[in-house]
């Protein structure tokens, strides 16, 4: 069995529905480093999940890990994500899970057909990994 993931998902969709270039980084590591992308993934779901401009931080993000302030990193994330820095806090995050959500069913459908079953995990599909090239 193998996990087949889909990186970087939630910036994908938002740059490609938008019709921005996201660039070949990672787009989580390019705030502070591949050391902090956990933290940097989780304040831009939460930036991008809000209905309102969040001034103070969020319960549960935790920044032991990262010594910036919440303003600091919400305003690197902003800066980071300039072309698409309008779209944050709007509570876009939740089309975004729909949308995940198809994609999902779609994947497990394709797979159903073919008699390769998978099982997912939020944006990956656990597989035999003899199913790789499969997908399309």
Known sequence: MTDYDFSQM????????????LG?????SRVAGPEHRKVVKKGFNVMFQASYFLDKKPKKLNL???????KELREEILKAYKL??????KWLGYK???EDICIVESVMLQFANSDAPSLTIHD????HHGYEDKGG
């Open 124 to 127: 990956s599909f656990v597989m």
């Open 64 to 70: 032991n890990s990262i010594e910036v302030s919440w």
């Open 96 to 98: 975004l899970k729909f």
């Open 84 to 89: 698409i820095k309008d779209l944050f806090f």
């Open 24 to 28: 070949s980084e990672d787009d989580y």
């Open 10 to 21: 939630n910036p994908n969709m938002i740059y490609d529905t938008y019709n921005k270039e």
